[in-house]
């Protein structure tokens, strides 16, 4: 198949507030060994995407394209001999035209080059924007509550911001092992979104205290886990909810990053704090595949749903105004935003 020298692309020439990004003419990426082409149908707004284009993490080259996350089809598989021959790669079985999700830098854009262990097959029962939409969160989901913390059936855990995209998954996962949910949202029409995913108690950060709350709930004992996306406005009231021996699982920034801590802050209780990367939770084959069979299955048994609060157009104003409705702390978004650049 032939490609286009150029494509279109959501991309910035420098990094700032959102008004850097734009829809612009970018070169068509280079089929490099060990990858896949995929045409983009579905793109993934996640809240990296923001600290990219401010930024906050390293660029080397401009025009950057921004996001990592999307869905669509394949359009071309690798060609180079070692991977054609990886006993890994094979077991993927990848076809031209098949479904795949993927997670990868500068994604998007009409079409990306991604690396076949980042390029995910998705069942033929689940559609590409839901696909999109319960990919790289999905993930993030999976490995936070397996790894970062084994949630088990018994446990109490307080989620910040429940009624975002991230907090419904992790809601609904959290459940799905068993455990209770303490959430934290900004408004009655969120909180009963979010126990509606499946959440036990909600507070109103707005109009209450969220540590009285959560020792009330808790009679006295704390969570046992803290998965806070929030970042600098909730963090170190966290100290206070956890029980002893519980672990601090620090997500994300959307209020700006954590100050650093002393260490002898976690000794208090015996407390544990990771900061996780999902990335480096889906290094091998045999951890992607495991993580991802995970997420799968709970998507097609039901336990978990995706729910899609927004779908933007494929331009200049529709990506800048995605960003910032994810941004906006205490706003509309309560689920997914996405990015539509073809029909499926």
């Known amino acids: 198949m032939s490609f286009p020298k150029t494509m279109q692309a959501l991309a910035y020439n420098k990094t700032g507030d959102v008004d850097v990004l734009e829809k612009m003419e970018v070169p068509f990426p280079e089929h490099k060994p060990g990858t896949i082409i995929v045409k983009i149908h579905w793109i993934g707004i996640n809240s990296i995407d923001t600290y990219l284009r401010k930024g906050l993490y390293p660029i080397s080259s ?14 071309a598989l690798p060609t180079d001999e070692a991977t054609l021959n990886d006993p890994e790669y094979k077991k993927r079985n990848f076809k031209v035209g098949d479904k795949v999700a993927v997670y990868s830098m500068e994604s998007h854009a009409e079409y990306a080059t991604v690396v076949w262990l980042k390029t995910f097959p998705v069942p033929e029962s689940i559609s590409l924007d839901v696909a999109c939409a319960a990919s790289l969160q999905g993930l993030t989901t999976v490995t936070h509550m397996t790894d970062a913390y084994n949630v088990q059936k ?42 509606s995913f499946g959440a036990d108690h909600v507070i109103l950060y707005t109009k209450e205290n969220t540590v009285d709350r959560v020792l009330e709930i808790t009679k006295g004992e704390g969570v046992h886990a803290v998965f806070d996306g929030v970042g600098k406005d909730t963090f170190m009231n966290n100290f206070k909810l956890a029980r002893r021996k519980a672990t601090l699982i620090a997500v994300g920034n959307a209020s700006g990053p954590v100050e650093p801590i002393a260490p002898l802050l976690l000794a208090q209780k015996n407390l544990k704090l990771v ?50 409705d994810l941004t906006t702390r205490g706003g509309k978004v309560a689920g997914k935003l996405l990015i539509k650049v073809v029909d499926e």
């Not at 401009?62 to 359009?75: D, M, Q, V, Y």
């Not at 910040?160 to 799905?176: E, I, M, R």
């Not at 299955?297 to 157009?313: A, D, W």
């Open 62 to 75: 401009f025009p950057h394209i921004n996001g990592l996350e999307a869905s669509g089809r394949i359009a």
């Open 275 to 324: 900061r996780p990367s999902m990335a480096n939770y889906i290094v091998t084959s045999e951890e992607t595949e495991f993580h991802l069979g995970e997420l799968n299955r709970v998507l097609l048994n039901g336990s978990v749903k995706v729910r899609i609060e927004g779908v933007y157009p494929f331009t200049t104003d529709g990506a800048r105004q995605s960003q910032i």
């Open 154 to 195: 018994g446990d109490t855990i307080l989620i910040h911001t429940v009624a975002g995209h991230l907090g419904l998954l992790y809601t609904q996962y959290a459940k799905s092992r068993g455990a209770t949910v303490i959430g934290t949202t900004s408004s009655e029409e969120k909180a009963a979104l979010a126990k």
